[in-house]
């Protein structure tokens, strides 16, 4: 957990970690197959550790995933809508990036503006890619049937053709 809202550790009924417990992976078992490092709400101070590196947007590939990548399938990491030091840090640290759109012309423009971004990321990890997701949709309403075909090909192969309901 990325954000330092903590959003996803309080869903999973996880309260926040310390910075330290974070850059040292400390994990909650969910279940047999999903682990937590909860976030932080104090991640302004790993912001600033980062800031003061000189390969600053290698910072979490380096010292945390780089310490997970051998014992996990998958690492999936949430991060906050805004943009931070530690929002490039996962672009840059990531394969794929899920990009959820809900239909509505805010969250169309929180798109166009995150593209620009992962275009610039894309410079630094070619690599990566882009999948998107519509999220809280209500497949009967004029604005999701208006907005479905904007990303179906606008983005064709970069829609995911996932639709999740609200």
């Known amino acids: 957990d990325l954000d330092s809202q903590t959003n996803l550790s309080k869903i999973c009924k996880i309260g926040p970690s310390s910075v330290d417990d974070f850059k040292n992976c400390v994990t909650y078992q969910l279940n047999d197959y999903v682990y937590i490092i909860p976030g932080s709400d104090d991640f302004e101070l790993l912001e600033n550790e980062i800031k003061s590196t000189i390969d600053r947007s290698k910072y979490l590939e380096n010292n945390i995933i780089s310490k997970l990548k051998n014992d996990y399938d998958y690492i999936v990491i949430d991060t906050r809508s805004s943009l931070s030091i530690l929002h ?12 959820p759109v809900n239909p509505d012309s805010y969250s169309l423009n929180g798109m166009n503006q995150l593209l620009h971004i992962y275009a ?5 990890n070619p690599k ?6 519509m999220n809280t949709c ?9 907005i479905l075909p904007i990303l179906e090909d606008g983005h064709k192969s970069n829609y995911a053709n996932v639709v999740i309901p609200k």
């Open 120 to 124: 610039g990321i894309k410079k630094i």
């Open 88 to 99: 490039i840090n996962a672009f840059c640290a990531s394969d794929c990036v899920l990009i």
């Open 128 to 133: 990566l890619e882009y999948k998107i997701v």
């Open 138 to 146: 209500d497949i009967d309403t004029k604005l999701f049937n208006d």
